[in-house]
């Protein structure tokens, strides 16, 4: 069971996952031991529908949760469109602008 958490000090990378009704963004610690989950909703077309499950993932369990939602959204045989998970992109690090005009 994933533990309850607040946040992730010093998140290294993250990477995007898509279906077709959500988009899941992933972060991790440098070592890849805590994992966060933000989910955000792409079927709605004037509002930024944005789910933060508020847990902390070890890696096992986050690998665990990708294959059920891999598993839960493919398509039948035989449907057209899209299936299961797709990985969007990855990245590291973020950059932090702090608005103050310096550059």
């Known amino acids: 069971m994933p533990q309850s958490a607040a946040t992730i000090?010093?998140?290294?990378?993250?990477?995007?996952?898509?279906?077709?009704?959500?988009?899941?963004?992933?972060?991790t610690n440098q070592a890849q031991t805590k994992h966060r989950v933000l989910k955000i909703d792409?079927?709605?077309?004037?509002?930024?529908?944005?789910?933060?499950?508020?847990?902390?993932?070890s890696q096992q369990e986050v690998r665990e949760l990708l294959?059920?939602?891999d598993l839960g959204n493919r398509t039948k045989i035989g449907q057209k469109g899209s299936?299961?998970?797709?990985?969007?992109?990855?990245?590291f690090g973020i950059v932090v602008s702090a608005g103050d005009g310096k550059t």
């Open 9 to 27: 000090s010093g998140i290294q990378k993250m990477v995007l996952y898509e279906t077709r009704a959500r988009y899941f963004l992933v972060g």
């Open 42 to 57: 792409r079927t709605e077309p004037k509002d930024l529908v944005i789910i933060d499950d508020k847990h902390v993932y």
């Open 67 to 69: 294959g059920r939602l």
């Open 83 to 91: 299936s299961g998970l797709s990985r969007a992109v990855s990245t």
